[in-house]
């Protein structure tokens, strides 16, 4: 059973860098991860993807701000966000799954539980 774990979630001020960790089991073998954010009482929202390639994708609203990488020897993805905003508070999400259909997309099979993000003005 594959098994995602976030960590470094916390309180940041704007302006500041997060960094998140997703420390994943070693049984996954995948070739798409990514990051989503839960707002509350709103759908998840998706964050970024990689591709086992090392190819990223972001949506346009975060382009520039978002760095995601994959390091298969440490079984670790990362995921870093610049210039935090009181808006990107969120409950992160880690996930990992398949290359989907459409470009820059995951079938996502598993999913992390998540760790919290506060920003504060």
């Known amino acids: 059973q594959v098994q995602l774990l976030e960590s470094g979630g916390g309180s940041v001020q704007s302006g500041e860098s997060l960094r998140l960790s997703c420390k994943y089991s070693k049984e996954y073998t995948g070739d798409c991860m990514g990051w989503f954010r839960q707002f509350p009482g709103k759908e998840r929202a998706w964050v970024g993807n990689?591709?086992?390639?090392?190819?990223?994708y972001r949506p346009a609203s975060l382009k520039g701000r978002v760095t995601i990488r994959r390091d298969n020897a440490k079984n670790t993805l990362t995921l870093q966000l610049d210039d935090m905003k009181p808006e990107d508070t969120a409950m992160y999400i880690c996930?990992?799954?398949?290359?989907?259909?459409?470009?820059?997309?995951?079938?996502?099979?598993?999913w992390g539980q998540g760790t919290q993000v506060t920003v504060s003005p």
């Open positions: 990689i591709y086992a390639n090392g190819t990223t």
């Open positions: 996930a990992a799954g398949r290359i989907g259909y459409y470009g820059g997309t995951c079938v996502v099979d598993y």
